[in-house]
């Protein structure tokens, strides 16, 4: 009953549409009335009329652009510090370096590991070393990320297990090696 006399009160009420210059009265069984739901601004009161005669489409406002991304430290403790980005890194590209040239030398030379290093092989690790050592930290203290860097298939973690495997693999050649007495092959 209740519903009833809502909707008796509903359908009998009027609706008035204010326009520029003209204000009409219009039942709602009368006629179509159509309805427009406007966003109101916080500093426009809501009773405030608008100017709906302008044919004008409104414009395409673009979102605000995000800000840029902090630039990475370049502090000497945030890259070389501990937990920073360049230790494992140079190390894993070392190991890696390491590994395929040990392993290329011994297959072609039949040298091992030991034999590789007493026999004119300091030289060449100390300038890898270096190099590899600045051509990785050079970035780095620009406030270049490794992350940024990453592609699709070349990605920083992939980058890290492989040195993590080719640091296990080194080890384990050496101590293959040591274990057996002589080259592996």
Excluded: H
């Excluded at 966003?39 to 100017?51: M, Q, Y």
């Excluded at 630039?71 to 070392?94: H, M, W």
């Amino acid at each position: 009953m209740a519903a009833t006399s809502t909707m008796n009160l509903f359908m009998a009420s009027t609706i008035t549409i204010t326009r520029v210059g003209a204000s009409s009265t219009r039942s709602p069984a009368v006629g179509i009335t159509r309805i427009r739901c406007v966003k109101t601004d916080e500093n426009r009161p809501v009773n405030e009329t608008v100017d709906n005669t302008s044919n004008s489409v409104p414009q395409y406002v673009p979102p605000p652009t995000p800000p840029p991304a902090p630039k990475a430290s370049t502090s000497f403790n945030d890259v070389l510090g501990f937990g920073g980005q360049a230790p494992e890194r140079i190390n894993g590209r070392l190991a890696m370096f390491g590994f395929a040239s040990a392993f290329a030398v011994e297959i072609a030379s039949n040298k091992d590991v030991i034999s590789q290093i007493t026999n004119g092989g300091v030289p060449w690790f100390i300038l890898i070393t270096g190099l590899l050592s600045v051509a990785s930290l050079v970035p780095l203290f620009q406030g270049v990320t490794v992350d940024s860097k990453s592609g699709k298939v070349m990605t920083s973690k992939a980058e890290l297990w492989n040195g993590r495997l080719a640091m296990i693999g080194l080890v384990s050649l050496a101590i293959t090696e040591y274990a057996k007495g002589g080259p592996l092959f």
